[in-house]
Every structure is written in C-alpha cells, then in structure tokens.
C-alpha cells in the first residue's frame, strides 16, 4: 500500500488527490504545496491542523473557503489574522466558527462594512448588540433585525432620523421583524398558561 500511495503522490492531479484522502502525514507533507490548487483544496477539506494552517495564507479562494468550512477554529481564526479579505471566506467563517471566532471577527472587520453586514445573520446576541454602536447605520439595523425587540425599537429609533430611502425601506422591515417577535411571545407565553392550568387542575383533582 505505501508503493502505491507513494506513486500517487508523485502521479497526476487524481493520483494525488487519492492520496490526500487515503494516506496521512508524509503524503501531505509533500502535496499541501502542489502546484494545483484543486490537490491543495483537498488537503484543506481532510489533512489535520498543521496542514491546514500552512495553507491560509494560500492564493487561491477557493482553498481558502475550505479551510473556513472544514479548519478548526485555530484555522478560522488564523484566517482573520492574516488579514482576510474575500466576502465568501469570511462569510464562511462566521458561520462555521465558535463564539470565539465570531467575536474577533467583528473586531477586524469593523472597519470593513460591505463584508461584516454579510456576516451579521450569523453573529451571536453579544456582538449583535456591539453592532447597534456601529458607525453604519443599515449595519445597525440588520443586526437589529437578527436581534430581539428592544433592538428593533431602538434601530427603529435611530432610523427614524436618517434620510436615508434604504433605511427607510428598512424600517418596515424592523416592524415586520417586531410583529413576528411578538407572535412568538404570545405563542409561548400562552403555552406556559395551557401548562400552568393544567397543573392546576391536576392539583385540584
């Protein structure tokens, strides 16, 4: 088995591939830095930590989207400290990255709205809420509209000054988002009404 693993790291694209997938750390210490970067994808998506942190600071975006799916947030987190750039990747990482991950992320990508409102949909309530201090206002109010109701009241509030025709836009859709959360309160709130009568009859009997 080595003879032929050792054939195919030294093969063609597939050969090479084949022995990413079926070999270990010696194939992939040769193969991270192949020439092809569809060989360099493949030791992003299954080689182990080290091999993926060599490739981070790999050229071609493609590689790099792997690394934010399939790294370990060591990776991810390595990724943002290069300093990426590339929407897709960073996209990635918020949505595949712990809290840990997410939290940095909006630290080096504040300065950087056009990608960090991409992000905003998978950001955790702490970082939801830094955002309503953001200089952008349509940042402010999309991690309102991922947030609760007193962030939609007061992105709405803060909207409301703006001339802005696309925060205006938006607002109906903080009213939309408000609705919705109050559904989602009665519903529960009656459920816990239905269960606390229940209780009580069960007590009573």
Not at 51 to 67: A, F, G, H, M, S
Not at 141 to 157: I, P, S
Not at 170 to 183: G, K, N, S, T, V
Request: aromatic letters at 10%.
């Amino acid at each position: 088995m080595q003879k032929t693993l050792e054939a195919w790291t030294y093969g063609d694209e597939k050969s090479k591939v084949s022995a990413v997938f079926r070999g270990g750390t010696r194939e992939w210490a040769v193969l991270w830095k192949d020439d092809s970067y569809t060989v360099r994808g493949a030791i992003a998506y299954f080689a182990n930590e080290e091999y993926q942190l060599k490739l981070v600071y790999d050229p071609i975006t493609p590689v790099r989207e792997r690394l934010a799916i399939y790294g370990t947030d060591k990776v991810r987190l390595a990724l943002l400290e290069r300093d990426e750039s590339d929407e897709e990747v960073v996209k990635l990482i918020a949505k595949f990255g712990n809290t840990t991950v997410r939290h940095w992320l909006v630290q080096v990508m504040w300065d950087k709205p056009d990608i960090l409102y991409q992000c905003v949909r998978y950001l955790p309530a702490s970082d939801l809420e830094k955002l309503l201090a953001h200089p952008r206002m349509d940042i402010r109010v999309e991690a309102a509209l991922h947030g609760n109701y007193d962030q939609c009241r007061r992105a709405l509030a803060m909207s409301s000054a703006s001339k802005d025709v696309l925060l205006f836009v938006m607002q109906d859709d903080l009213f939309e988002r408000m609705r919705e959360l109050e559904e989602v309160d009665k519903a529960i709130n009656f459920g816990k009404t239905i269960t606390r009568k229940k209780q009580e009859m069960e007590l009573s009997t």
